[in-house]
C-alpha cells in the first residue's frame, strides 16, 4: 500500500509564506508525475502545480503561477511546494498527489490522472 503524507499547513497572514511538504512511504512504485491539488469549501478541487519527472517539467494552475513553486525528488517520490505572497483566496485543504497510470499530454492538469492521494493539510490565509 503507498501513502502520501503532507506537512507544512497552517495559518498565515495574508503576503506570508509556507512550504508543503509531501513524503511516500509504503510500497515502491514508480510515478511520471507529482502534483498538488486544493479544495475549497464548496468548490471543485484544482490544480496547483504538477511536476513531471521526465524532463523536470513543472506546470501551475493560473491564480498561482510567479507566487507559488514546486520541486521534488524522483527517488523518494517526495514533492514540495514553496508558497509566496499568499492571498486570502488561497485558502483551501491542499492535497499532494501522485501518478503511476498511464500519461498522455496534459493530463497532470485532471485529478482522476493521479491515482495516489494524500488526507490534505490545511492551509488558511488570513487578511
Known amino acids: 500500500q503507498v501513502q502520501l503524507v503532507e506537512s507544512g499547513g497552517g495559518l498565515v497572514q495574508a503576503g506570508g509564506s509556507l512550504r508543503l511538504s509531501c513524503a511516500a512511504s509504503?510500497?515502491?512504485?514508480?510515478?511520471?508525475?507529482m502534483g498538488w491539488f486544493r479544495q475549497a469549501p464548496g468548490k471543485e478541487r484544482e490544480l496547483v502545480a504538477a511536476?513531471?519527472?521526465?524532463?523536470?517539467?513543472?506546470y501551475y494552475g493560473d491564480s498561482v503561477k510567479g507566487r507559488f513553486t514546486i520541486s521534488g525528488d524522483n527517488a523518494k517520490n517526495s514533492v514540495y511546494l514553496q508558497m509566496n505572497n499568499l492571498k486570502p483566496e488561497d485558502t483551501a485543504a491542499y492535497y499532494c498527489a501522485a501518478s503511476s497510470l498511464p500519461y498522455y499530454t496534459g493530463s497532470y492538469y485532471y485529478p482522476y490522472s493521479y491515482n495516489y492521494w494524500g488526507q490534505g493539510t490545511q492551509v488558511t490565509v488570513s487578511s
Open positions: 509504503g510500497r515502491t512504485f514508480s510515478s511520471y508525475a
Open positions: 511536476i513531471i519527472w521526465s524532463g523536470d517539467n513543472t
